[in-house]
């Protein structure tokens, strides 16, 4: 088992996570109306933005991917979390990075956004 030394998260992921919930709490509005819709079209799923393609967050492209695009995908982390959110008032989004990086958050929304 690892000692708690090995499980701390490195200041720069803290800042990267920090910085990714944040983008997510500002674009709230558009995402859980898609995941909604997603949701509701095909199931289970996530949403996935690519936050390459424009370095400044904004206009970011993003999909909704359903459970079965994950699979295939191999990330059981992101697949973990679609097998266990609420849609009522949780969604999933994958984040796509440079460096062939993915940060996978299950988010709750607030009952006032929803």
């Known amino acids: 088992m690892p ?6 998260i490195p200041d720069w992921a803290k800042r990267e996570r920090a ?8 674009n709230l509005h558009i ?5 909604q819709q997603g949701y509701r079209d095909s199931g289970r799923g996530a949403i996935i933005v690519d936050t390459t393609s424009r370095p400044t967050g904004a206009g970011n492209p993003f999909a909704y991917m359903p459970e079965v ?3 295939e995908m191999d990330e059981q ?15 999933v989004t994958m ?6 990086r ?3 958050y299950r988010v ?7």
């Open 69 to 71: 695009g994950i699979v």
């Open 3 to 8: 000692s708690p030394e090995q499980r701390q």
């Open 77 to 91: 982390d992101a697949l973990r979390m679609v097998r266990a959110y609420d849609p009522s008032w949780e969604f």
């Open 95 to 100: 984040l796509l990075k440079s460096q062939n």
């Open 102 to 104: 993915m940060s996978t």
């Open 19 to 26: 910085g990714d919930l944040l983008w997510i709490q500002e």
């Open 108 to 114: 709750g929304v607030p009952s006032e956004k929803r």
């Open 31 to 35: 995402l859980w109306p898609a995941a």
